[in-house]
């Protein structure tokens, strides 16, 4: 079975910086894309980055470009989220997402998902 595990989360005020991390196990396939999302309280859940692996091709909300950068690991079915000058609207349950389909404009489709980590960001 395949598992996403975050960490990574924590509290850290306002312009201050976090680092994510994810972790999947139980698969031995490829993985086309990976990505980060996160829910606030009482909004829908956002796509904020996603990685192509085998390109390096990223994308990113438009709210949070230029302070967060998606990385993949040095393991195999690694990646992290770098968070910088980070703000009190980027409190949110982060998940880490995973789609080993090469789906063609996949955009935010994703087959697998982590259990979420906790961000929160103090003014």
């Known amino acids: 079975q395949v598992q996403l595990v975050e960490s990574g989360g924590g509290a850290v005020q306002a312009g201050g910086s976090l680092r994510l991390s994810c972790a999947a196990s139980?698969?031995?396939?490829?993985?086309?894309?990976m990505a980060w999302f996160r829910q606030a309280p009482g909004k829908e859940r956002e796509g904020v980055a996603r990685?192509?692996?085998?390109?390096?091709?990223?994308v990113y909300a438009d709210s949070v470009k230029g302070r967060i950068t998606i990385s993949q690991g040095n393991a195999r079915y690694t990646w992290a989220l770098q968070m910088n000058s980070l703000k009190p609207e980027d409190t949110a349950i982060y998940y880490c997402?995973?789609?080993?389909?090469?789906?063609?404009?996949?955009?935010?489709?994703?087959?697998?998902w982590g259990q979420g980590t906790q961000v929160t960001v103090s003014s």
């Open positions: 990685i192509q692996p085998a390109s390096g091709t990223t």
């Open positions: 997402a995973a789609d080993p389909y090469p789906r063609y404009e996949g955009g935010w489709t994703f087959a697998f």
């Open positions: 139980g698969y031995t396939g490829r993985v086309y894309r």
